[in-house]
């Protein structure tokens, strides 16, 4: 395969040349009825992308499905599927796609079939589910659990925390939902202490989760909750299960109820699809439901196969996010889903784009003089709109805008007010803010004037149920992968977090070494 | 006074002319421990503002000087906390300090004294929270409420909520929690359901906020939740309070057990420290909490009228905010909060500046050829180092970044591994985060090189308390008012929201006009 720098292909320079028309599209004239019925590609699960409102032409399509070409984006993805060493840094294979389907090649790793891995441990986590929902597994005072709480950081966290979220009202509404769930993650003592104070703790299921069995945040959290369970009178070995990799030492110890393995090709990031998610949404919702959830994933990951940009719509979304970072020059994207279920969705979006392909080598460590992702940041709307949305509409830079809408809401539990209910009053704000952006408006009072110029897409569909929640996490991760594909980086691990935890130790084992480092231990008054 | 332009004064020359040499500023040979101890400056309620890692010199203090001079900063400042007309565009005075303080002369407006009429709105909330906590104002079945729930949006939500989560352990911990709060804030009719689905009716109190009486968001809430207290056997009127302006539609209406009114002074970013903020907060921890939070909060609108920048954090914290964004060129700022109580602390930091200062036009509505308000963006830490810090780190840009901190926690409930206590772990991580964001390190592996140069502050104090808490959000409201002086904006007002609810009525009324936005509103099924 061909593994070069992007500014080292041809098309890059056929994009830089023609890139400065596009920094003043003609949206007003451009955007069209016609254009926003065109300028559609379906996607897994019935969602479907619309990317009508980008300042792009047909000659600039032409141009990326080349860069597709050029870059071999859906040679790189299948040679991923297929087992490839695509996470050069640390030697490893990517897997997490692997945990949705067979899109791929069967994967074979010292003499283990990993898809039969995965298979497995999705299998067991679901029957240790609804063991816990049947009763069988009880906490140790004999009481049936009522509550389960994830503990885990970053990767552990984010997306598992954002899919709970996502689907808590449609599972409510559906009579799904079996347990409540929260979760700990910061080292912050009050986060944990909240947490266990809100909670019956004879009737909670604790989840450790960390793949290496040795972050910091998580094990100190650990304790924190043994040491509760204890003072409680409880066995905290009845009140915990462990996700980790098989050779951590957190895996086949007596010290948890259970344990659920993944391993080193599931990066944390990319993990929600794993038993890192799997454990909490299946004791939370019951298994069918995560498994409606890796069932629309994987429809998406197949449909990412497709080389026509048109009909692809998670490499087309990569592509005009490349033409808009490198050659329109915006640094930053914002995440706007019209849909409360989605309030921690962009936080998940951020770490998942920001911890790839916030990179500066490439995949072989060569620096790189083009710039790669972009910072991500997000909101519901209509919230957003009574806030940053001022800045967005009429400060001096222009953020290109990522919608998400539904047609109908999770609990279809509504109000009528002046000739529309609430769900209807949603969808005419994105559709007004889509032409907003775009076409702005003139006005003799310049403090009212907007320049519109502002690029936006959009992603819908009829109901966000799990099936279409998995499309839409796929959706991204694997627009985040062809981006890194682009840019000839690795989007699969993330040496930018080792610094950080090396000088945290030495200012712990009171040998900060850096004068500086001593400075700021003092002034903090540690 | 002088109101120019920010390009037109003669610092911007003298700035721009040194700016190259400091876009690669030397911190591993400038960030000494005396560098360190020296660049503090003291804040309101015991605070401290850090500024050693940002790249200046006292070249660049001294102009930053001048530019505070030049501008005027102090003097503007000063007028409008004597009721000077600040808020050209509505052509409105700017009162939110008198709030919580007579830092200038009395305002008097049409006969009124407008600080005697916040001081008695402030007595009259007081009043009622303690006849709610003391069980003399009951729901109308009987029983004492439990809870109460803000309905509100932007301003009347982002604010409050955040305020509310920065000090419910804190008021938890210490015995001042009386009521759970929750907020409704999305036209998302799950939002308004889920809230109303988790709690007892019968004792729930509803807040209803809105200055104009006129938010389309929160009237259709409002509906939402009266429909539902009456479907529950419920006089809504008995369970409803209003917090409004005298001359909407809300006010004096017996649909309200009790109103508390704001006027056209407050901004809604700037109305936490109001009835806005002050039913919810004093209904959830008592007044005392609410009247702690002011006194912090005026105590640093009084020290930032100190003309000297070392000794003016707010002012500083504003100039170098000017010197990164117009100079070195940082199109963004992330907020970095280490403490869980502050998770939703940068969502309103990202209100209150992106909605201020996100403008393109000057205060008489001329249009500007200087970049105005960044993005800005964070996530608590240690969280955000398992995520986005990764391209904070090694990403193609540089972030400058805002640190906050506290030498204690909340609850005081901790646990010691490893030989410190997670409080410890928490403060240890800021210190290397800082130090290694700045100095990075060499490696010859260049996957793992981090190359330093990313710029920060930090601002710490010894707990969360509700004082420090007040001069926290004051501090950055006076930093963005400032920054607001600088670019000669109009920061009071938001023009750029109102486009779009123009053309959301219009799709709602099947008025589109723009075909586009018919074509839109046709797929999403309106």
Redesign the interface.
Known sequence: MNFSDFDKTSVFRELSKIANSFKHFDFRGQ???T???KC?TPMAAGL?Y?W?AKALDEGVLKLLQNLAEEQELIKKYRALLDGGVMNT?ENRMVLHHLLRGEAGKPVIHEGKNIGEFYRKELDRLSAFAEAVHGGKIRGSGGKPFSAVVQIG???S??GPRALYLAL??YA?AGGMKKLDAKFI??????????VC?SLPLDETLFILVSKSGAT??T???E??VK?KLEKAGLDSSGHMIAVTSETSPLAHNTAYLDSFYIDDFIG??YSSSSAVGGCVLSLAFGPGVFREFLRGAGEADKLALEPDILKNAALLDALIGVWERNFLGY??TAVLP????LSRFP?HL??LD????????NRN????S????P???G?????G?????????????I?PLQFI?F?E???K???E????????????????????F????ENE???????GGRPSSII?GKQLTPQVLGALLAHFENKVMFQGFVWNI?SF????????????K???ENH?G????????K????
């Open positions: 955007l069209t009825a254009r926003v019925e559609r479907t619309s009508a840094g950081i970053g990767g966290d984010l808590e009202n409510a993650s910061n080292v912050d003592p009050d986060d944990a202490s909240a104070a910091q945040e094990l100190a959290n304790l924190f040491d944390g990031r640094p930053y019209y849909s409360q279920a936080a951020q770490q920001m911890e790839s392909n916030g990179k500066r080598v460590g060569q620096p790189l083009y710039s790669t992702g910072v991500v940041f909101e519901p709307g209509t919230n709109q009574h806030s940053f949305y001022q800045l967005l509409h009429q400060g001096t830079d953020v809408g047609l809401s999770q609990r539990d509504d109000v007010l002046d000739g529309s209910d609430s769900q209807k009053k949603l969808k005419a704000n994105i559709a007004a803010q889509i032409v907003a775009a076409k702005g408006q009072n310049r403090n009212r004037e907007f320049p819908y690795n691990d993330q040496e930018g977090v080792q610094l950080g935890k090396v000088l945290t030495r200012v712990l900060a850096d004068p500086a480092l001593g400075s700021y231990s002034i903090l008054g540690i």
